[in-house]
């Protein structure tokens, strides 16, 4: 079915990450080494802990998948843990003292345990295996339809100059894809890269953490991917909702986000033209020369690159502990220190990635149908040609 849904299971220190994805058509040629790359920059990043020293995620096919192509199927995906022993009391000790900012306190509240273990095991980032595993197959399909999806990291912490200034467009895109795989904190841009690199290393010092900005652009959309008739299918919504729900992300912006609120109307919209030479592209002539919108209007592509910004907060858990209470005397202590990063925003940057990508995905599958990649190629075209005759109808 043309429906496309994802869901994970697993634990951070249980046997595996299991994720299952349905509604990929058949046909899908999966790219082991693109896949498993994307796993692999997920574990990586200035400030990681020590936990991605044991682990070498790589996707293990349980279902859907025959000769490295999809079935049709519902593809089912283990990523093992070496550092399995959730079962093992004294290597996984209960955790009484709540980190603020993380799941800990409300998980206790809400599942009625003194003990955060169950809660943090779940809760953890560790999860986003899965969904990059997911996500990355999700992008085979969509380059087999010329869409392609870049994230990377913008900047963060309290430096200023650990801020990238620079524009992403159709042309640079792959120029900057370069600069953010030679930098180790995936940030395009050298000087800021330094300036973040050192934030992380002062913050590790002062055993504290740092956050910061994602953003994903996704290039070739065409047009009428999601819809405005229901606020569900609004794709900007869909988006935010799949971005948000990474661990530890507090806000999502859409193209210009927070700023529109500061600007009049005639500094905001994007001022539409029309050039027939350019009619072969995904905007199919309706030109714009600014993006504002990050290629989102009514909830709908608009055939403009889409962009997604995403913000973490610094992980909750720091090495000097933050004034917290003991569940079972209720006295103050401070919050109790479990392995951890001291900044996992590259790691976010691959995770934002690849959720962007099964949400434009499930637009695609949602807008396109078919069982096979050579009936949603077929329908895309066809989409395409009547959109591009769209003056001579009616
Ligand atoms: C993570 C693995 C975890 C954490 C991190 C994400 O490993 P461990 O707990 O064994 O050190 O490093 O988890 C969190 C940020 C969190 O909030 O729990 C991973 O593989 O991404």
Request: glycine fraction near 12%; proline fraction near 5%.
């Amino acid at each position: 079915m043309a429906e496309l849904t994802y869901r994970t299971a697993g634990e951070s220190h249980g046997p595996g990450v299991v994720s299952m994805i349905e509604g990929l058509p058949r046909g899908v040629e999966i790219d082991d080494d693109f896949v498993n790359g994307e796993l692999r920059r997920r574990q990586g990043g200035y400030g990681r802990g020590g936990r991605q020293r044991i682990e070498t995620d790589a996707a293990d096919y349980m279902g859907g998948v025959r000769l490295g192509r999809t079935t049709g199927a519902p593809v089912a995906i283990l990523v093992p843990n070496k550092d399995s022993r959730l079962d093992d009391l004294e290597r996984t000790p209960p955790v009484e003292r709540p980190r603020p900012g993380h799941a800990d306190l409300a998980g206790s509240l809400k599942w009625l345990v003194p003990d955060c273990r169950e809660t943090l095991e779940r809760a953890s980032a560790r999860e986003t295996a899965g969904r990059t595993a997911m996500g990355a197959l999700a992008r085979c399909m969509l380059r087999m339809l010329d869409i392609d999806v870049f994230g990377f990291v913008r900047g963060g912490g309290p430096d200023p100059a650990a801020m990238g200034d620079f524009e992403v467009t159709e042309d640079n895109w792959r120029a900057l894809r370069e600069l953010r795989d030679a930098s180790e904190v995936y940030l395009p841009d050298a000087a800021a890269s330094e300036a973040m690199i050192a934030s992380i290393r002062q913050a590790k010092i002062d055993k504290d953490t740092v956050g910061g900005f994602v953003e994903v652009h996704v290039f070739g959309c065409p047009p009428g991917l999601g819809s405005c008739v229901q606020w569900s299918d609004r794709l900007d919504a869909r988006l935010a909702y799949a971005v948000m729900g990474i661990q530890a992300f507090k806000a999502v912006e859409i193209g210009l986000g927070v700023e529109c609120g500061r600007r009049n109307g005639s500094d905001v919209h994007d001022p539409i033209g029309f050039d027939a030479d350019r009619s072969g592209e995904r905007h199919l002539g309706f030109v714009r020369d600014r993006n504002n919108a990050g290629g989102l209007e009514g909830g709908m592509t608009d055939g403009m690159p889409v962009v997604v910004r995403g913000t973490m907060k610094p992980i909750a858990t720091l090495l000097r502990g933050l004034p917290s209470v003991n569940l079972v005397t209720r006295t103050p202590e401070d919050s109790q220190y479990e392995r951890s990063d001291v900044s996992a925003i590259a790691a976010a940057s691959v995770v934002a990635e690849n959720v962007v990508a099964l949400e434009i995905a499930r637009a695609v599958r949602a807008k396109f149908g078919g069982d096979s990649m050579d009936e949603v190629s077929a329908q895309l075209a066809s989409y395409l040609e009547l959109a591009r005759a769209l003056p001579e109808r009616d």
